[in-house]
């Protein structure tokens, strides 16, 4: 199956600072990755849809000024979690497709921790 | 809204035994169907894809699809202890680009 990478898998930051978590594609091209958010023992929450080369899609309740999304290349995507609160603690995973089958591969995933 | 049901567990199987895992969904213009494994702390792996009615086999996996009852359903046998974990289910509607997934079944395999 196709390669995601994800970094970092783990951070700690204070209230108030922001975080970069960088979504890769290692073997393909991904005009479009896709951000989810995990609360311990809940679903997969879909946050938003990432666009090469354009502006991302969030999902109705998530606050695009507070995650941001940057999807420069067709191999990285990046989010920021702007003024990071200790609600903000979650696991972060990015997904991307490598055609139109629906299949979606994973990152490693992003543990964040707002202290 | 369109939604996917799993029962959230926990299904505890003895080792050795067949694990059976379900899932309905809400809209009858889905197309794709999965399901994707993930260990605690880790994030989901894809084990499984099914897109028409019938049976789909694969090592000791099996997924069951009928879309006129809009279920899906997931076959393990002879369960390992590292088949614990939990089995998210997840759909892709027709026309629509974005993957809903259930809130996930927890297995345990017992030794």
């Known amino acids: 199956g196709a390669v995601v990478s994800q970094h970092p898998s783990w951070v700690i930051c204070k209230s108030g600072t922001s975080v970069k978590i960088e979504c890769r594609s290692l073997?393909?091209?991904?005009?479009?990755m896709f951000w989810y958010r995990q609360f311990p023992k809940q679903s997969l929450m879909l946050m938003a849809t990432?666009?090469?080369?354009?502006?991302?899609?969030?999902e109705q309740g998530v606050e695009k000024d507070k995650f941001l999304i940057n999807h420069a290349s067709l191999t990285l995507s990046t989010l920021t979690v702007t003024s990071a609160h200790p609600e903000d603690s979650s696991f972060y995973i990015c997904?991307?497709?490598?055609?139109?089958?629906?299949?979606?591969?994973f990152g490693e995933g992003s543990r964040l921790t707002v202290l | 809204q369109k939604e996917v049901e799993q029962n959230s567990g926990p299904l505890s199987v003895p080792e050795g035994a067949i694990a059976s895992l379900n899932c309905t969904y809400s809209?009858?213009?889905?197309?794709?169907f999965f399901w994707y494994r993930q260990y605690s702390g880790k994030s989901p792996e894809l084990i499984m894809s099914?897109?028409?009615?019938g049976d789909k086999e694969d090592g000791r996996f099996t997924a069951q699809l009928n879309k006129a009852s809009q279920y899906v359903s997931l076959l393990i046998r002879d369960s390992q202890p590292s088949d614990s974990a939990t089995y998210l289910c997840?759909?892709?509607?027709?026309?629509?680009?974005?993957?809903?997934f259930g809130a996930g079944t927890r297995l345990f395999v017992k030794a």
């Open positions: 099914i897109y028409s009615n």
């Open positions: 997840a759909v892709t509607y027709t026309g629509g680009f974005k993957t809903i």
């Open positions: 809209d009858r213009g889905s197309q794709s």
């Open positions: 997904s991307a497709r490598t055609g139109n089958t629906g299949e979606l591969f």
């Open positions: 990432s666009n090469e080369g354009s502006k991302a899609t969030y």
């Open positions: 073997d393909f091209q991904a005009t479009t």
